[in-house]
């Protein structure tokens, strides 16, 4: 019979002498010309060079970037400070309790304090000491106290919010806002000294919020119209609540969940990323059904993350803009914010929400497991085998973040500074 292809895996051999592999490649048009130094242009081609950021031996559940520093959160709570040029760990941050943790679901960083949302509803504000490799914060500088309906409840313990926190995002006068699963939505009073810092203003669309974002003077969100996270039991509305008038609206309904939400301020826009992969854009000004458009679909599940990528010096529709989408198919799309059209992308992607952060020179991505533990037997032993230590056969098994940088010359586009390897197929 015809031989059945695998996946193409990426592999190399680094600088200790240890094989790594992983099944993530790159989509793109096969007949691109070369794009020389002109950064703008190699962002579209996708012409950046890879490397790999740093290794945890976690699932990463968040991110956060400003500047040379990139903050990450895992299932397991942690809250992670990295250098961005050299990988290494500046700090650690944890916040105490006796139960096991949950997982960090949103990360907000300005440069001075790192907040983190946690999915037991957990709100928590370091300052950003990076106290360095060995030392970590087990307690937060303030944690954040929502406010709950029973009077039993009303105590030190509980958290921001009810249901695990789905945004978090700075207004203009520098009040955090965020929101939660249970469909709370809080601003929060500016810090002060006391450890404890309790709502500015606190409200409830009684409904689970799958997804919001902030935008000019609101807070857009999605939730179920009746009041369950069951898909089935009815339909899904676009919701914008303002904050000056603190009043909320129904901007338009959906057949299926929105999973992601994305403020274009430029376009005066809302990107909307679908459970079904679609993603659609609502233009602010339009009514009902005229507001929402269809763009093209890229992916083939649900998408979990849009980020606009912010360049400096770029004018409103400028060639130059982009966003990137990644979804359940372990698929990460850069668009052209103007044509909305997918420009590349890369797949083999392996956690259900794959994050992607840009600023104006790199991208980085998360979910990339390296040497992935897969059921099928494994005839070829050389794959997984320590080249300077052959008594050694354990599989050192990660995930990682990757960087795509696009001032370095496209050249070292196939080689990363640890790892050197290409790409192989593997057949039966």
């Known amino acids: 019979r015809p031989a059945k292809k695998k996946a193409a895996r990426r592999a190399g051999i680094d600088d200790r002498g240890h094989r790594w592999e992983t099944p993530i490649s790159k989509i793109a048009p096969t007949n691109v010309a070369g794009v020389g130094g002109n950064m703008q242009e190699r962002w579209r081609a996708g012409d950046g060079a890879l490397r790999v950021a740093c290794h945890t031996d976690d699932h990463v559940t968040a991110l956060a970037w400003h500047g040379e520093t990139l903050i990450l959160g895992t299932r397991g709570g942690l809250v992670r400070a990295v250098d961005v040029e050299s990988g290494s760990v500046v700090g650690d941050y944890y916040y105490p309790r006796h139960l096991p943790s949950a997982e960090v679901t949103q990360l907000l960083f300005d440069g001075q304090a790192i907040v983190a949302g946690f999915g037991d509803g957990q709100l928590h504000i370091w300052r950003a000491d990076l106290p360095g490799f060995w030392g970590f914060s087990h307690s937060s500088s303030w944690a954040m106290k929502g406010i709950s309906d029973d009077e039993a409840r009303r105590d030190l313990t509980r958290g921001a919010h009810e249901g695990a926190v789905t945004v978090l995002a700075l207004l203009d006068d520098g009040r955090l806002v965020s929101s939660g699963e249970d469909g709370s939505i809080a601003i929060w009073k500016k810090l002060a000294d006391e450890g404890d810092v309790a709502p500015e203003f606190y409200n409830r669309v009684n409904t689970p919020v799958q997804a919001a974002c902030v935008g000019d003077g609101c807070l857009f969100i999605a939730c179920s119209g009746q009041g369950s996270h069951e898909y089935q039991l009815g339909g ?193």
């Open 236 to 428: 899904w509305h676009l919701l914008r609540f303002d904050f000056a008038t603190q009043a909320i609206e129904t901007l338009t309904r959906f057949t299926s969940p929105p999973r992601s939400l994305a403020w274009n301020r430029e376009g005066q826009a809302l990107l909307i990323g679908l459970q079904t992969g679609q993603l659609k854009c609502w233009q602010k000004g339009g009514e009902g059904d005229e507001a929402i458009e269809d763009l093209f679909t890229f992916h083939a599940g649900a998408i979990t993350t849009i980020h606009l990528r912010e360049a400096a010096g770029q004018a409103q529709g400028s060639r130059g803009r982009l966003f990137f989408t990644a979804g359940e198919d372990g698929r990460i799309a850069a668009w052209d914010a103007q044509g909305a059209r997918p420009l590349w992308g890369f797949q083999g992607l392996t956690q259900k929400r794959p994050l992607v952060l840009a600023d104006r020179s790199r991208l980085v991505m998360s979910s990339v497991e390296i040497n992935p533990v897969t059921s099928e037997p494994r005839t070829e032993r050389k794959m997984y085998f320590n080249w300077k230590e052959p008594g050694t056969h354990e599989i050192p098994f990660c995930e990682a973040l990757l960087f795509m940088d696009f001032v370095a010359p496209a050249a070292s586009t196939n080689e990363g500074p640890a790892v050197h390897g290409e790409d192989e197929e593997h057949d039966e």
